[in-house]
């Protein structure tokens, strides 16, 4: 019988702009519940910025993951927005102590958009999540989290 560790994670995010906006974090990125089942090899689990999720056989989902969405508006129409985005861990850290880690990615965002008619602009941000592949799936059952900054320049 394989071992299943149930693993949630919650992403934090900070972001700046100018004061004219609204930034709006819409959805959080969230790699949701996942059961890892085998850490023989590195795995991975992919959220797209559309909400498309590929993994390897080392996971199972349970609670599906979803990609950061965030709304900007006040904006003057037809507004470029530049978007910078940058982590200074890529190690998740685990609310309680785990002998193994996860690793963690940004892949995925537009870096420029413009804003509509209506002054608004959408931006969603996908991730990875890899294992060590070490053979151990010592891994706490907990939640884990990085912080991660996007920033809005217009």
Request: glycine letters at 8%; hydrophobic letters at 40%; aromatic letters at 10%.
């Amino acid at each position: 019988m394989k071992q299943m560790r149930f693993l949630t994670f919650l992403i934090g995010c900070v972001y700046s702009g100018c004061t004219q906006a609204n930034i709006t974090e819409l959805q959080s990125l969230n790699f949701g519940t996942i059961a890892l089942v085998d850490n023989s090899s590195v795995g991975d689990i992919i959220v797209d910025k559309f909400g498309n999720v590929t993994s390897t056989s080392h996971f199972r989902v349970v609670i599906p993951p979803q990609p950061a969405h965030f709304l900007i508006d006040g904006l003057a129409p037809n507004t470029g927005v530049s978007i910078a985005i940058s982590h200074s861990a890529t190690q998740m850290s685990p609310l309680t102590s785990s002998p193994e880690t996860l690793t963690f990615s940004l892949i995925e965002s537009a870096e420029y958009v413009v804003a509509d008619a209506n002054g608004e602009a959408e931006i969603k941000i996908g991730a990875k999540l890899s294992t060590s592949g070490n053979g151990s799936l010592n891994f706490a059952q907990t939640d884990y989290r990085i912080n991660y900054q996007v920033t809005f320049l217009y």
